[in-house]
Each structure stands twice: as structure tokens, then as C-alpha cells.
């Protein structure tokens, strides 16, 4: 028999997955429902994955050196000062990125299909097929070609709003809604943000996350997030985003509004039979960062060597107590941990604006810097001597009391603040 494995999903997730299939031989299909699709993302990536995953240089917009952090009462604290010369985070563009990587997959021999699935159709045995109904939207009408596919395994890929997800019961998370708007500005504005992003803490931009400016290639990205899906809410976070850095982006002109779910922590079921979820259908956004990207990535990179090596290349179909040992038990260890402890900092430095405040006096620590630093662009948490782990316990123990952050925060009113095309000062 030959294996064959429907990837749904053409993010990185999906594609990093695709790649790794069809370069051991494996059968490998790549289902995308929109191939010009831009999601809603801050699209920071670490160093670790332009080597990891091959990325040519002008996948990356910007490549950030500098990182100003801000606090609710707009005291700055400058981060990169650790950096050496060759060390940056990169911005791109999720259109660019993800379809940089979904066309080296269909380089390489996987079969694209620009379809939306409908449906996933479950076996009840372990031999018969999984059949996908999906439309085909490579024509020109509104809506495709009604088709199935038949394969032996499934990796869902598709997001959030996974319906693979659906399918096969794997259980809801919670969830943020990361709110953005891409702002064009003055050409002596930009200039500010070549190889600069910032950070703004506070209830007025978030009142359980943070908002971002982060630099593209002929703009920056001005977003928010937050656990509360009320429109309303949201409207009044982003206006808070905009009025606190109208002075860097004024003039600007709002070229593009996103909004995206961000799961809050992994799904209770990730491999349920022969169908396996990775990236945001599987939940693996860590807290406090909110990043996804490299995540995303590595969990389809992961995924797909663990089925290329139960599966002996092809040569036989893996079932789910293999796949649950080699794929999810290697992830859990290996990453579980950093999940946990970015799960704790966000519940210590994001529920209240004297936690904030403490958490960004922090952030002017050189040794916080460092370790923050090394662990996010190389994605392993660095060793401290016991001295230094000692001094950054302390600094941040300093920091809460001396901020009060240790009360518990009045909540504070909702406002409705009106849209606004033109970004002022």
C-alpha cells in the first residue's frame, strides 16, 4: 500500500507538514481554502526559524533590533541592547510567508487544491479511508465543484476554527481576538520604526494582553488583543492603541483591517484515530507572547516526521496510540514547559496596570533582557547561573511591591469609542 495524507490548511503549519511528507515519498495532499489569504497576525518570527526552516532573506520586512516596551503611564524601557549584530526578530507579512512556504511544498510534489472542506466523513475501523468533501475554488463561479477525497490519515491544519477539529470532537479552548489595523505613514515616521517594534501594556489598550506597532515592509501593524469578543470592547482597546502612539504613526491612513481568533491554550483531544491537529487547530499559542508562528511551524514539522517514521515512509498507516506516543509525548516534553510559564507571567503581570508597571521595570533589567532575549530567538529556555536567577527573582518581586501589583484591580468601565478612517495626533 502507499499512504496517503490530506494536510488540511496551507499555513505554515499544513505546509511545513506537507513538505516533510512528500519529501519522504508519502502521498501528500494540500487543501487551502484561499491562497492570497492574509491572516491577521503580528508576524514576528525568531531567528531559530529562518536557519530551521530554510527562509530566504526577502521573506523578512524588517528585521527588528530594537524593541521599546511602555507602560500604562508611558514610562519607555529600551530592549536590545544584548543583541549581537547578527541577532534580530524578523516581521513578514503572512501573505508572503505562508505562501512562500505552501509553494515549496507543491514544488516539491504535493498535490495544491484551493478548496474549502465541507466535511470530513469518519471510518468506523481502522482500515477504511477518511473521505473530505470540499469544494473546488479554482474556478471563476462563487462557489466550486462539490468533491471528495478518499486518504488514510488527516492532519488538521486549519486554524482556530478548525473543522477538523469539529469533526472528530477534540474538545473547545478558550480564546483572544487579536484586532489589527495596517497604517501607511509618512516616510519620516517609518524611519522610527526601521528596526524598531513597541509593545503597550495597559487598560486602555488591553485588559488582559498587549498591543503592538510593529514595522512591514511599507507600514506597521497597530493591533491589540484580548479575551473579550465583544465588538464594542474592542473598538475601544484599538482606539486606546491608536491615541497612545498618535504621535509616531500621525498622518497615517489606514490601508487594511484583520481580525483573528487566538486559541488560549491546547485543545483537551490533538489526535483522535488517524487525524492529528496541529498549529492553532491544536491550540499551540503560548500566553503572554501570543505567538504562533514558529510554533505553528514546528508542530507540522513534527507531526509529519512522526508519521514518516511509523508510517516507514509510507509503507504502512500509523494508528492513534503511535502517533499520540511519538508526536504528541515528544511536543508535551518538549514545549509543555514554556507554555506553563508564560501561562504564570501573564496571570502575574497582566491583570492589573501596577503589574504592568511593574512588569515593564522589569523589562530594563539587562539580565531579564538577556534571558528573555535568548529564549524567544532560539526557543530554549538559556540556563542562568544561580546568582543571576536569583537577582531576576528578586527584581521581580521588587518590582510588584514597589508597583502595589499585589492588590487586586477595580474593574474598570466600558466605553464605546467612535471608528476613525484617518489616524490623528
Not at 378 to 400: D, H, R, W
Request: a neutral charge; charged letters at 30%.
Amino acid at each position: 500500500m502507499a499512504l496517503r495524507v490530506a494536510v488540511v490548511g496551507g499555513g505554515p503549519a499544513g505546509s511545513c507538514a506537507a513538505e516533510i511528507l512528500v519529501k519522504a515519498g508519502i502521498e501528500t495532499y494540500l487543501i487551502e481554502r484561499k491562497l492570497d489569504n492574509a491572516k491577521p497576525c503580528g508576524g514576528a518570527i525568531p531567528l531559530c526559524m529562518v536557519d530551521e526552516f530554510d527562509l530566504p532573506p526577502e521573506i523578512i520586512d524588517r528585521r527588528v533590533r530594537k524593541m521599546t516596551m511602555i507602560s500604562p503611564s508611558n514610562v519607555e524601557v529600551q530592549i536590545g541592547s544584548t543583541l549581537k549584530d547578527d541577532e534580530y526578530i524578523g516581521m513578514c507579512r503572512r501573505e508572503v510567508l505562508d505562501g512562500f512556504l505552501r509553494d515549496r511544498a507543491a514544488e516539491l510534489g504535493a498535490h495544491l487544491i484551493n478548496g474549502t472542506v465541507n466535511k470530513l466523513e469518519i471510518p468506523s475501523n481502522d482500515n477504511d479511508p477518511y473521505v473530505l468533501h470540499y469544494a473546488d475554488n479554482s474556478g471563476e463561479g462563487l462557489q466550486g465543484e462539490f468533491k471528495a477525497l478518499e486518504v488514510d490519515m488527516v492532519i488538521g491544519a486549519d486554524g482556530a476554527n478548525s473543522r477538523i477539529a469539529k469533526a472528530i470532537d477534540a474538545g473547545d479552548y478558550n480564546y483572544a481576538i487579536a484586532f489589527q489595523e495596517r497604517i501607511r505613514i509618512p516616510e519620516d515616521k517609518m524611519a522610527y520604526y526601521k528596526d524598531r517594534a513597541e509593545m503597550y501594556v495597559g487598560d486602555d489598550v488591553s485588559t488582559d494582553f498587549y498591543a503592538w506597532v510593529f514595522p512591514k515592509y511599507d507600514h506597521v501593524a497597530v493591533g491589540t488583543g484580548t479575551m473579550s469578543v465583544n465588538q464594542r470592547d474592542i473598538k475601544k482597546l484599538q482606539a486606546g492603541i491608536r491615541a497612545r502612539a498618535a504621535n509616531r504613526i500621525e498622518g497615517g491612513e489606514i490601508i487594511k483591517v484583520e481580525a483573528h481568533p487566538i486559541p488560549e491554550h491546547p485543545r483537551p483531544r490533538r489526535v483522535v484515530g488517524r487525524v492529528a491537529l496541529v498549529g492553532d487547530a491544536a491550540g499551540y499559542v503560548t500566553k503572554c507572547s501570543g505567538e504562533g508562528i514558529y510554533f505553528a511551524a514546528k508542530s507540522g514539522r513534527m507531526c509529519a516526521e512522526a508519521i514518516v517514521e511509523l508510517s516507514k515512509s509510507g509503507a504502512r498507516v500509523p494508528l492513534e496510540k503511535e502517533l499520540k506516543k511519538t508526536y504528541l509525548k515528544k511536543w508535551d516534553k518538549t514545549y509543555g514547559a514554556t507554555y506553563k510559564v508564560l501561562d504564570i507571567l501573564q496571570k502575574v503581570f497582566y491583570t492589573s496596570d501596577a503589574a504592568r508597571e511593574a512588569f515593564v521595570e522589569m523589562c530594563d533589567d539587562i539580565d531579564v533582557q538577556k534571558l528573555t532575549f535568548d529564549s524567544y530567538l532560539y526557543k530554549t529556555v538559556v540556563p542562568a547561573n544561580p546568582l543571576v536567577q536569583l537577582k531576576i527573582t528578586a527584581k521581580t518581586i521588587g518590582s510588584l511591591i514597589r508597583g502595589n501589583a499585589l492588590a487586586p484591580a477595580a474593574p474598570k468601565p466600558v466605553e464605546v469609542a467612535p471608528e476613525k478612517e484617518k489616524v490623528k495626533g
